[in-house]
């Protein structure tokens, strides 16, 4: 089992910054890649960023390349978000998750574990 609790959104202006963090607990070793997802209102959730586990290798969704920054501290477990130039678009739910096996990223059924979610609000 893994258990993440993210930690860290707000409301912001646009223009502004936050950081979101992502603690994890358990079986930490076992996972392949860890990942950011989004839910804004009446849309699906989307992958925002991932980083593999191991290698530190990461991906971005287009809609946050350069503006977005995955991390993570392996000495605290912890994940990060770095979120800069935030737009009103970026409003969203973000939750941190898991996956034990890999595959693509983006798509949540390889994720095996998920975090409660923390609300980000960016306002024009």
């Known amino acids: 089992q893994v258990h993440l609790v993210e930690s860290g959104g707000g409301s912001v202006q646009a223009g502004g910054s936050l950081r979101l963090s992502c603690a994890a607990s358990?079986?930490?070793?076992?996972?392949?890649?860890m990942s950011w997802f989004r839910q804004a209102p009446g849309k699906e959730r989307e992958g925002v960023a991932a980083?593999?586990?191991?290698?530190?290798?990461?991906h971005y969704a287009d809609s946050v390349k350069g503006r977005f920054t995955i991390s993570q501290d392996n000495a605290k477990n912890t994940l990060y978000l770095q979120m800069n130039s935030l737009k009103p678009e970026d409003t969203a739910m973000y939750y941190c998750?898991?996956?034990?096996?890999?595959?693509?990223?983006?798509?949540?059924?390889?994720?095996?574990?998920w975090g409660q979610g923390t609300q980000v609000t960016v306002s024009s």
């Open positions: 358990g079986y930490t070793d076992r996972t392949y890649f």
């Open positions: 998750a898991a996956s034990i096996y890999g595959g693509v990223w983006w798509k949540e059924y390889n994720y095996n574990y």
């Open positions: 980083i593999s586990t191991g290698g530190g290798s990461t």
